[in-house]
């Protein structure tokens, strides 16, 4: 199956069409193919006893090939005389098939006389540029072409479908007396690329077919794959075509080019007729000094995507460069579709894989992945929340254990929350459960404030699935945790789902955040912990979490305010912005006499810990307070706790006095 690329960045119009045009003088057509690579798209629409006229069929030998398989009612025109005596020579033994001199923008034939007009290329030659002259031109081609025509015929053009040429077809041909349609050619293009410097066009073959009156207007494309898309309107049509050259422009400029530093390409491949991808292509480079081997396509299994390795863009150019691959295109499966098999990934994706290789790579495509499956989504829950939006939750399979998800669509690779499934036999059945024993690391490392602080209060605000909460709360017996959050939905999701239990010792408020810090403040609850574990909704900012107004000087005081003498905020941040996230540190620093901000490896998260009490932090005293909740989760059998040792875990460590 070919899948539709579809470029992620916008490209303005450039100027490459019109000098490519200009320099191109005969050796243009061999863009558009020969008949074997024309032939399965020819054949759909050319009966063998179709009457056919080939306009502008220069030196071709495309009337030829269709001649010897059966098509004999073909007649040639050119208005050169020299070609017509060459050709008339060369076919004298095909002696059905007529060569004449004749102008195509003023034929003799009569009305009505041909079932098939095939161009091949001479609509782009005819057609340079978008002046008055050459539209006068056209106009006198495509109404010879349509008087010649009989109703039911058909004009199949081969094209690369310049802007101005897109647009004079659809304007002449698109009312009710055409059925017009767009099919790419693959095989061409293919062709091309091997015969040529590397460099690719979209080839397409254009069908119109003529009819009395519709009652509607019938426009469709083939952008891959064999399955005919049905479009609305003109513009419709415009915006597939352009994606398609969009796109050819990045693969041809991948193919000669090696990108930058840390810079990266990303593509998403789509099924025709669908607006959800399949597939998401990341292409990153390395210098090819660096690279061991040439070319690979490394395949993400389902349910891995969010992982650090492959989710961002600082995992996959480490995955890159541990491959020592000069380019690595790394590929994720999409949630929402079916994949049969490893096998049927890689059929799939060959065609982009050959298209987004660099030049001068030749032989077979090697392509990696984790093992010898596409990993396993199972849709557990689907819904929408007028809060969050659209979310699923889906079990995967992450090194042979099942893990619960949940994950909130308007950001598909950000893992809302987490649980680690496990089965236990009760009465001899076997239940799947959620193991309350396995947090993510950030949430580990959120934990160590309960024991650092000697906690028996603690605000978390963001529930999401529960994980934290539940954790806490089966960590720590004696330890109070209100959750707050702003979604009703993910109250009924927790429960439901990831095993949320809520009683006098887990206590769910459903209320904004910042209303939930200003009434606690107000009425004088103190907590010895506040925790924020939220996400941001603008996908626009660079910060992920929390959302920027929770990180305002008037909610800051109010945590402040909230936390007793020996209190920890406890803050989950997630920024892609450096200024920002330095800002977001000075900020704090305004209503914090003590700071420590630790990241940590593979994880896009920073834990901020913040206080006003008088002993300030260090390395001894967070090592401690991890050291005792690894010590108290393995008492109460919670054994998969991931900061036994913080060296381990910890990228860099910034203590703020």
Request: glycine content about 6%.
């Amino acid at each position: 199956m070919n899948l539709l690329p579809k470029s992620h960045k916008e490209f303005s119009e450039k100027d490459y069409w019109n000098k490519f045009f200009k320099k191109r003088g005969n050796k243009a057509f061999e863009w558009y193919g020969e008949y074997l690579e024309l032939c399965s798209h020819l054949h759909k629409y050319i009966k063998q006893s179709d009457v056919i006229l080939i306009p502008g069929c220069g030196n071709s030998s495309l009337s030829a090939d269709l001649y010897d398989v059966g098509y004999p009612n073909i007649t040639n025109i050119d208005v050169s005389e020299v070609v017509i005596k060459q050709m008339n020579a060369v076919n004298a033994h095909r002696t059905s098939m007529k060569f004449l001199y004749m102008d195509a923008l003023n034929t003799t034939f009569g009305n009505d006389e041909f079932n098939v007009v095939l161009d091949k290329g001479t609509l782009d030659a005819l057609m340079p540029d978008d002046s008055k002259e050459t539209n006068e031109r056209i106009d006198k081609y495509f109404d010879e072409i349509k008087r010649v025509l009989k109703i039911g015929g058909r004009f199949i053009c081969v094209s690369l479908l310049q802007s101005h040429i897109t647009d004079k077809l659809l304007t002449y041909f698109c009312d009710k007396t055409w059925m017009f349609r767009v099919v790419r050619c693959h095989e061409a293009e293919e062709k091309n690329a091997e015969n040529g410097d590397g460099m690719t066009l979209p080839v397409f073959v254009v069908i119109a077919t003529k009819f009395k009156e519709m009652p509607k207007l019938i426009l469709e494309v083939c952008m891959a794959g064999d399955k005919m898309q049905r479009l609305e309107t003109t513009e419709d049509l415009k915006a597939c075509v352009k994606s398609v050259q969009d796109t050819a422009f990045i693969t041809n400029g991948l193919s000669k080019t090696t990108l930058d530093g840390d810079d990266e390409v990303t593509l998403d491949l789509m099924q025709p007729g669908e607006d959800v991808p399949r597939y998401t292509l990341y292409i990153v480079d390395q210098k090819r000094s660096q690279a061991i081997n040439k070319y690979a396509v490394f395949i993400v299994p389902q349910g891995r995507e969010s992982e650090w390795l492959f989710g961002t863009p600082a995992g996959r150019r480490q995955l890159q460069d541990s491959a020592r691959f000069g380019r690595l295109v790394v590929a994720v499966l999409r949630r929402g579709h079916l994949f049969q098999s490893l096998d049927a990934v890689k059929e799939e994706l060959a065609h982009s894989a050959k298209m987004l290789a660099p030049y001068g790579f030749s032989g077979q495509i090697p392509f990696l992945s984790l093992g010898s499956d596409v990993g396993r989504r199972v849709r557990v829950r689907a819904g929408r929340s007028a809060v969050s939006g659209e979310f699923v939750v889906e079990d995967v399979d992450v090194d042979g254990a099942a893990h619960r998800r949940l994950v909130f669509l308007a950001n598909q690779f950000l893992v809302q929350s987490e649980a680690r499934l496990k089965t236990v036999k009760r009465k001899n059945k076997s239940k799947v459960v959620v193991d309350f024993g396995y947090v993510s690391l950030y949430h580990s490392f959120m934990c160590v404030a309960v024991p650092l602080g000697r906690s028996t209060s603690v605000a978390v605000l963001g529930l999401g699935g529960g994980s934290l909460c539940m954790f806490l709360k089966k960590c720590f017996d004696n330890l109070k945790i209100t959750a707050v959050d702003l979604d009703p939905a993910m109250l009924e999701v927790a429960k439901a789902d990831f095993g949320l239990e809520v009683d006098d010792r887990l206590e769910v408020q459903i209320k904004d955040g910042i209303d939930f810090l200003k009434d606690e403040a107000d009425s004088g609850h103190t907590y010895d912990a506040v925790m924020f574990d939220m996400d941001s909704k603008d996908s626009s900012l660079g910060l992920s979490c929390p959302p920027p107004h929770f990180l305002r000087a008037a909610p800051l005081a109010h945590v402040a305010a909230l936390l007793r003498t020996h209190g920890h905020f406890i803050l989950n941040l997630v920024c892609r912005d450096t200024q920002l996230q330095e800002s977001i540190i000075e900020t704090l620093k305004q209503h914090f006499k003590h700071l420590v901000t630790v990241k940590l490896y593979e994880e896009v998260n920073e834990i901020v810990f913040a206080t006003n009490s008088d002993n300030d932090y260090t390395l001894d005293n967070l090592e401690a307070a991890a050291k005792s909740l690894n010590q108290t989760a393995r008492q109460k059998n919670l054994v998969n706790l991931k900061c036994v040792d913080l060296k381990d875990f910890i990228q860099s460590i910034n203590i703020i006095s």
